[in-house]
C-alpha cells in the first residue's frame, strides 16, 4: 500500500533523522557506561562489606579466644575433694575472691571456674592491678570517653564492656582502692557502669575472680578491704 504523498520521507528529512539519532549515540553510550559501573559499584560495596564483617569476626575470635581448661596433677583424696567443690561453686555464677600465698596457682583454679561454667564459650581476660595507677586502672576496667581534636567524641571500651558475658581474673586486689572497689560494687550490684568521663552508663554482664595474696579478714581488719565489698565475692 502506497503512503500519501505527505506521509512520504524525503531524503532532507532521513538525514536530519540520522543526524538526531547519530548525536543521541553518545549519550546513550554514556548512560549504559554509568549504569554498568554503578552496578558494579554496588556489588564491589557488599563483597568490600562482607569482607570488613568477616575480619572484624576474626579478630574478635583473636583477642578473645577460647579457655582451654587446665589440667591438673594431683593423687591425693583433699584435692579431689577441693576441686569437686570447686567446680560446684563454678556453676553457681557467683563471684569469687581466692586468696593464698604467690604461686600457688590461683590463676589455674579461675581458668577452671571459668572453663566449668555456663560462659565457658565467652572471653577469659585478665588483668594485674599492680601494673598500673589507679587512674588508668578504672580506664582499664570501665573504659573512658574524650574529645578527639577535631571535637568528635571517642569511646574507648574497658575490659568490664569488651568481654561481656564472660570472666574477669582481677589480681592483687588489696591494692585497690576504696573509690575503685566502690565503683566495682556498683557495676556488680546492677551490671551498669560509666565510662570515665561519660554521662551514660553501659550495661554488661561479667563474672569477677579476685585474686589475693593477703587474707580478706586481715584487709578488713586494716579498713583496706570494704567489708561489703568481701561479702559480694563470697
Do not use: W
Not at 553510550?29 to 554509568?34: F, I
Not at 596433677?73 to 563471684?95: A, G, P, T, V, Y
Not at 564472660?166 to 546492677?190: A, P, R, W
Amino acid at each position: 500500500q502506497k503512503l500519501p504523498a505527505e506521509s512520504k520521507f524525503n531524503v532532507e528529512t532521513v538525514d536530519r533523522v540520522n543526524g538526531m539519532l547519530s548525536q543521541l549515540k553518545t549519550p546513550i553510550a554514556n548512560m549504559k557506561l554509568y549504569l554498568d559501573t554503578k552496578t558494579l559499584n554496588n556489588t564491589l560495596l557488599k563483597k568490600v562489606d562482607e569482607l570488613i564483617k568477616a575480619k572484624s569476626k576474626k579478630i574478635d575470635q583473636n583477642n578473645f579466644p577460647v579457655m582451654k581448661e587446665p589440667e591438673f596433677s594431683f593423687r591425693s583424696i583433699e584435692m579431689s575433694d577441693f576441686l569437686q567443690l570447686l567446680d560446684k561453686l563454678s556453676r553457681m555464677n557467683n563471684h569469687i575472691i581466692l586468696q593464698g600465698e604467690a604461686a600457688t596457682g590461683k590463676e589455674l583454679l579461675a581458668k577452671r571456674i571459668h572453663c566449668k561454667s555456663d560462659r565457658q564459650g565467652n572471653s577469659f581476660l585478665s588483668f594485674n592491678c599492680s601494673t598500673t595507677n589507679e587512674k588508668n586502672l578504672e580506664r582499664e576496667l570501665f573504659g573512658y570517653e574524650e574529645l578527639d581534636p577535631m571535637g568528635k567524641l571517642q569511646v574507648h571500651q574497658g575490659i568490664l564492656e569488651k568481654g561481656n558475658q564472660g570472666t574477669l581474673l582481677l589480681k592483687d586486689i588489696h591494692l585497690l582502692s576504696i573509690e575503685v572497689q566502690n565503683k566495682i560494687l556498683e557495676y556488680i550490684k546492677e551490671n551498669k557502669a560509666y565510662r570515665m568521663g561519660g554521662i551514660e552508663r553501659y550495661s554488661s554482664n561479667v563474672r569477677i575472680i579476685c585474686t589475693s595474696n593477703t587474707p580478706v579478714d586481715e584487709l578488713i581488719s586494716k579498713g583496706i578491704f570494704k567489708k561489703e565489698f568481701a561479702y559480694f565475692f563470697n
